[in-house]
């Protein structure tokens, strides 16, 4: 019973949090008079009232966090608080259905990117605001912020940070307790927004446009305020200040705390999943540059490069911009565009996928494998810089990436009995499993998901949803020994 009672007060304190972000959508559509402002008052009334239903009754019972609560608090917080944000969607855009209103809330919190709208450019301000607004809140995490104000109602959020940043994360030079870290990423994450933002505007877009598209850039969620994107724009600083800042939010934050806090750049440099990412991608981006004018795709090198380079960087990272259509590339491309998307971005950054520490210590295993096979009687360990790798790390990252493919398998198949192409299939499921938006073929980079069913939209939700937790955290709600004291 106290588990429960602890979901209910925690649960009901986002809630209430949600309907706080709804405020600033209100304002904007009073002050713009951008007609969705009934939209927003109706769903912040709702929102409030129902998070204080959950949250006031609870207030002083007793409470205790334990490592099943947090990871329960988890998957509920993740599945459930996108229905509240739908509320302005769908009182606003009345013909919208509920499972698409779902699939795009859900896709902003996980910052995904993947859409079912279309006429962006025309939408309200306050609608494009609340889109972006909930992938900036969700690119380090609902309980990542909710675990910095829990300390104060006196609950302990560690077990919280535990269930949501599993795997390794890294802890050296951070504050020591588990609320001023949360609060120190935070402030780094804002910090570095606040810069995107006045670059964006000095590269040349509109206030609104800078403050959403830094919403998205370092939420890395891609969403733009444009039906085309990025090619909306056709520039060239917009895509460089955008280019640099995904590159920025792939990289853990935990790395940019040190380095702003030691005035250096060394913390950069002594990081191996830094120096792996970076030079993975720019060499990406110089191979892919060629293939593109050796194609003919592009008239000289430059050009094959600049397009390169923004948009492998941007599916990479699983942001999900794009300034061409890659759909029309050819198909080596976009697919080493989509293998990418599936191991670069750094933990604790607010990129998708199997994360760059994972992909080095499983290629550091099968090495490590060979020479056991060469040498069956020497006693070598793993070690990455100067640090050895415990066993108990390397079968956990062996169980999470078989998960990690099996998942994607199954809902490959399940899509494909559904009657859809496999190359549309293939990308929808790795683009949503690892929280990249747009795929290739029926959900290109010029198409989005609308014409989906709804099963298929469901599903698709469901790869954001397992994508964004790291599968363990829902899978393992399902294991009956977890639930055992």
Same mark, same amino acid.
Request: aromatic share 12%; charged share 10%; glycine share 8%.
């Given at each position: ?17 949600? #309907? ?15 007609? /969705? ?62 499972? &698409? ?33 909930? +992938? ?11 675990? /910095? ?13 535990? /269930? ?8 050296? &030079? ?29 590269? #040349?877009?509109?206030?609104? &446009? ?23 724009? $056709? ?24 380095? =702003? ?30 293939? =593109? ?14 397009? /390169? ?15 061409? &259509? ?58 990455? #810089? $100067? ?31 559904? #009657? ?33 069913? $709804?099963? +298929? ?29």
């Amino acid at each position: 019973m106290n588990v429960i009672l602890t979901i209910v007060n925690i649960f009901g304190l986002v809630t209430l949090g949600f #309907g706080g972000l709804m405020v600033t959508c209100f304002l904007t559509s009073v002050i713009a008079d951008d007609g /969705a402002t009934i939209a927003f008052f109706q769903g912040c009334i709702i929102t409030l009232l129902l998070g204080a239903l959950m949250f006031a009754p609870t207030l002083r019972l007793p409470k205790k966090v334990t490592r099943q609560t947090g990871f329960l608090m988890v998957a509920v917080t993740w599945s459930i608080i996108p229905v509240f944000c739908t509320f302005p969607l769908m009182l606003y855009l009345t013909e919208l259905s509920f499972v &698409d209103a779902y699939f795009e809330t859900v896709s902003s919190l996980t910052t995904t990117g993947a859409t079912t709208l279309s006429g962006l450019d025309q939408l309200p301000m306050s609608i494009n605001l609340w889109r972006h607004e909930l +992938q900036w809140v969700g690119g380090m995490g609902i309980i990542i912020l909710a675990v /910095a104000v829990l300390p104060i109602l006196g609950i302990g959020g560690m077990q919280l940070y535990k /269930a949501e940043s599993p795997g390794t994360v890294k802890e050296s &030079d951070l504050p020591p307790r588990i609320a001023q870290t949360a609060k120190a990423l935070w402030l780094v994450y804002a910090g570095v927004t606040v810069a995107c933002i006045a670059a964006l505007r000095l590269a #040349g877009m509109t206030w609104f &446009d800078a403050i959403c598209h830094a919403f998205s850039a370092m939420s890395l969620g891609g969403f733009s305020t444009h039906d085309i994107s990025i090619e909306y724009f $056709d520039s060239v600083p917009i895509e460089m200040v955008l280019t640099l800042f995904q590159l920025l939010a792939a990289i853990n934050f935990a790395t940019h705390f040190v380095a =702003l806090r030691k005035h250096s750049l060394k913390p950069y440099i002594h990081d191996r999943e830094v120096r792996s990412f970076l030079t993975l991608i720019l060499g990406s981006c110089l191979v892919t540059a060629w293939v =593109l004018w050796q194609a003919g795709t592009y008239p000289d090198f430059l050009t094959a490069l600049r397009h /390169a380079t923004f948009n492998l960087v941007t599916i990479a990272t699983t942001s999900g911009y794009a300034s061409q &259509d890659f759909n029309q590339w050819p198909i080596f491309v976009p697919m080493w565009m989509l293998f990418l998307c599936c191991i670069s971005a750094s933990s604790g950054s607010t990129g998708g996928g199997i994360r760059m520490i994972r992909t080095i210590i499983l290629m550091k295993q099968a090495r490590l494998e060979l020479f056991k096979f060469i040498h069956p009687f020497a006693v070598k360990s793993m070690k990455i #810089g $100067d640090t050895v790798v415990n066993n108990k790390i390397v079968t956990s990252v062996t169980g999470f990436i078989f998960l990690y493919f099996i998942s994607i398998v199954i809902m490959v198949f399940m899509l494909l009995l559904s #009657g859809m192409d496999f190359i549309t299939a293939f990308s929808a499921i790795i683009a949503c499993f690892n929280n990249t938006g747009p795929g290739l073929n029926q959900v290109g980079p010029a198409t989005n998901y609308a014409s989906l069913s $709804d099963m +298929q939209t469901s599903l698709c939700t469901f790869a954001m949803l397992l994508g964004r937790v790291q599968i363990f955290s829902i899978v393992i709600l399902f294991v009956p020994e977890f639930w055992r004291k």
